[in-house]
T-cell receptor, first 113, second 111 residues
């Protein structure tokens, strides 16, 4: 079955880089995603990576994928207080023409001014 | 363009009462999802619709949960009767070609 794991908490100082890690078990994942959830809000898609890629960069965000170890990471450069939120990694496994998402437990990022 | 709309945002009920949640997806999105997010957890899929057809309801507790998506647009999710363990945030999402857009959710508290 699908099992996506993340560490629960991360604290960084404003201006430093944050690295949020995720491991997954299903090798048939097609895409891997990072979502951000702020208090009282729904999930916002930050970025995603196709499973045959090993890196993707988008402004302050860098996603690294180690498919052999089934390890995904999200690096946020120059972390700001507005980045404080819960970050979820999710994998999709193509079934019947649509991508069902399986989420991790989320990592609560706290940015200290 | 409006995002995914859900109502109500908050609901407090006593156990054994019925409750219903409503979702209006992004216009033109044919796929609609209902997720449940327990406290401190990631969302878990309950049911997925392709237009008006429920194509994956394997995680929906069918003894007390039901859902419908008449006309393939809006959807409602119902719990009857609610139990204490149903307290959670119920999220609706919609998609057209893969990327899922989430609504703000309905936070249900069962007393």
């Amino acid at each position: 079955g699908e099992d996506v794991e993340q560490s629960l908490f991360l604290s960084v100082r404003e201006g430093d880089s944050s690295v949020i890690n995720c491991t997954y078990t299903d090798s048939s994942s097609t895409y891997l995603y990072w979502y951000k959830q702020e208090p009282g809000a729904g999930l916002q898609l930050l970025t995603y990576i196709f499973s045959n890629m090993d890196m993707k960069q988008d402004q302050r965000l860098t996603v690294l994928l180690n498919k052999k170890d089934k390890h995904l990471s999200l690096r946020i450069a120059d972390t700001q207080t507005g980045d404080s939120a819960i970050y979820f990694c999710a994998e999709s496994i193509r079934q019947t023409g649509a991508n069902n998402l399986f989420f991790g437990t989320g990592t609560r990022l706290t940015v200290i001014p | 363009e409006a995002g995914v709309v859900q109502s109500p945002r908050y609901k407090i009920i006593e156990k054994k009462q019925p409750v219903a949640f409503w979702c209006n997806p992004i216009s033109g999105h044919n796929t609609l999802y209902w997720y449940r997010q327990n406290l401190g957890q990631g969302p878990e899929l309950l049911i997925r619709y392709e237009n008006e057809e429920a194509v994956d309801d394997s995680q929906l507790p069918k003894d007390r949960f039901s859902a419908e998506r008449l006309k393939g647009v809006d959807s409602t999710l119902k719990i009857q009767p609610a139990e204490l363990g149903d307290s959670a945030v119920y999220l609706c999402a919609s998609s057209l070609r893969g990327e899922q857009f989430f609504g703000p959710g309905t936070r249900l508290t069962v007393l």
